[in-house]
């Protein structure tokens, strides 16, 4: 008798920091849910993200390649119909990927009528995905939900994410309207358990939660779980004119973040936030992190309710992270470890190791290729990333890499205004970076100075020495690396093929087009 096909359970919660949960010995986060699923499967204490904001970490996630490659460069950047993806593949053997939430996946307009509609959000689906509840941006189906629920949702998003009662200037804890059972990452779950219900044979489900995503907020009792002045100090020079002249691209940004995007309503820089303001921004961050962890309890509760759990294949990630204060910065993007390492726990009932450590580095485009190894397939030759499915056994590749990598394209900030500020072509405008054990070298388009960052010595990135004579030959040997890296990652979609009088040999295993 042939062995039943794997359930899928994969989730990404949107922009979660990867030492922001218990399962990673943060000292005051809890997430009992999340530390479950550790003790069940893998957790990669190194696992970074490969691009930001939203739609080019997710791409990098879905495809399997960098973002050299599948070339989503900002939000609304199309994504190329040649690429396959999670969803396609998954579908090619047998499983119709079911979303709850969002990809943030813009189409390819060449495959579309000028006026359709598709073309006029950068919040598309994922080819391959059947939708059972979407959650975009503007958070509808939510909100209709809410007044379905006698909850007044007038003020539509984001101002619904204030505080019910005061607020004013001030950073407050006072909670939303909502209550904690009616979080979009409640509905979610409801949603999801719903469609559970309807199952029979084997399912593959894709959670996509916006939390713990800004506008920071959450209701009680995860408002007042954790006390802002608890934790670690942030990351930072004494003043944030020092962090900003640090370098030309950090001036820029940190000029030019605004409080209203992480909390409505609220006037002023996001470097004018006092150490205080700061701190109880992070509380509600964490907040809402415990927040999200319950609601994924619920749902391990109710897959193992269905009989399903041991049938199951969880994975659990974000797709970029949050810098939450450090060097005077909220949200995602440049370069900083704090925008893009997350979490990844992968749990398969069949694999043989629980609560295991991996502290190798891994990114975002393994993922692809794990799951499809994990499903039976072999991944195709082409992709960026490799499966991480011998870790899940308890071993190690023979090679592995040796530092993470990911860039960073700031070409969109504020409609052109970085090529105005930098006097750069859009096509520079970008960023990549190597980050090994001890070393992290950031290398700019256009001419922009680089950085190079001794981790040991100097793990909060305060103290460039791209310029220190000692450092130089460091500087040219990373220099040489990014260079090979990206060399060995060429587009290779068909340079692995050729055509002989057989025909093709050395073709990569084909991906459906839709």
């Not at 490659?69 to 079911?98: E, K, M, Q």
């Not at 890296?485 to 087009?513: C, F, I, K, Y």
Request: glycine letters at 8%; one cysteine or more.
């Amino acid at each position: 008798m042939a062995r039943r096909k794997p359930n899928v359970l994969f989730i990404t919660c949107d922009q979660w920091r990867g030492d922001s949960l218990s399962a990673a010995d943060h000292p005051v986060v809890r997430t009992p849910n999340v530390d479950a699923l550790a003790a069940e499967g893998v957790i990669f204490r190194r696992h970074y993200g490969g691009a930001a904001p939203c739609s080019p970490a997710r791409a990098c996630l879905y495809t399997g390649l960098y973002q050299m490659n599948n070339r989503v460069c900002r939000n609304g950047s199309p994504l190329d119909a040649r690429h396959g993806n999670i969803a396609l593949a998954a579908r090619a053997v047998g499983y119709d990927p079911t979303l709850f939430g969002y990809t943030d996946v813009s189409p390819d307009p060449r495959h579309l009528a000028p006026e359709d509609p598709l073309l006029k959000s950068y919040e598309g689906v994922l080819p391959g995905f059947t939708v059972r509840q979407l959650l975009p941006e503007h958070q509808k189906p939510w909100l209709s939900w809410l007044a379905a629920r006698g909850i007044d949702a007038s003020a539509g998003h984001p101002d619904i994410h204030r505080p019910a009662k005061g607020g004013g200037g001030t950073v407050t804890n006072a909670p939303p309207v909502y209550s904690a059972d009616e979080t979009p990452a409640a509905f979610l779950a409801d949603e999801f358990i719903r469609w559970l219900g309807e199952q029979s044979g084997h399912w593959f489900a894709h959670l996509s939660f916006i939390s713990p995503h800004p506008p920071f907020i959450v209701p009680e009792p995860y408002n007042a779980l954790y006390a802002p002045e608890d934790g670690p100090g942030f990351s930072r020079n004494k003043t944030w004119s020092q962090e900003a002249a640090a370098h030309p691209y950090l001036d820029y940004v940190i000029g030019r973040q605004k409080k209203s995007k992480f909390l409505p309503g609220k006037k002023g820089k996001v470097h004018d936030f006092s150490e205080d303001e700061f701190r109880a921004i992070r509380a509600l961050y964490w907040g809402m992190i415990s927040e999200t962890d319950a609601q994924l309890g619920r749902i391990w509760a109710a897959v193992k309710k269905a009989g399903a759990w041991n049938d199951t294949i969880v994975i659990l990630t974000s797709d970029h992270a949050e810098m939450m204060g450090d060097h005077y910065l909220l949200g995602k993007g440049g370069f900083f470890d704090q925008s893009f390492h997350i979490p990844l726990i992968v749990r398969d009932p069949r694999r043989k190791v629980r609560g295991a450590s991996v502290k190798r580095f891994t990114e975002a485009v393994d993922i692809m290729p794990t799951l499809i190894e994990l499903l039976g397939e072999a991944p195709p030759g082409h992709l960026d990333g490799r499966s991480l499915a011998l870790f899940l056994d308890g071993n190690t590749p023979a090679t592995w890499r040796d530092a993470a990598h990911w860039e960073f394209d700031f070409r969109s900030i504020e409609k052109g205004s970085a090529e105005r500020h930098f006097g750069l072509d859009p096509r520079q405008c970008n960023l990549a970076v190597i980050r090994s054990e001890k070393w992290k070298y950031v290398h700019f388009g256009g001419g922009l100075p680089p950085l190079l960052y001794d981790l040991d010595n100097d793990p909060g990135e305060l103290q460039n020495r791209a310029d220190d004579p000692s450092s130089i030959p460091v500087r040219l040997e990373f220099a040489e690396r990014m260079l090979a890296w990206r060399a060995e990652h060429l587009d290779q979609s068909l340079a692995l093929s050729t055509l002989t009088e057989n025909g093709v040999v050395g073709m990569p295993a084909a991906l459906p087009l839709i």
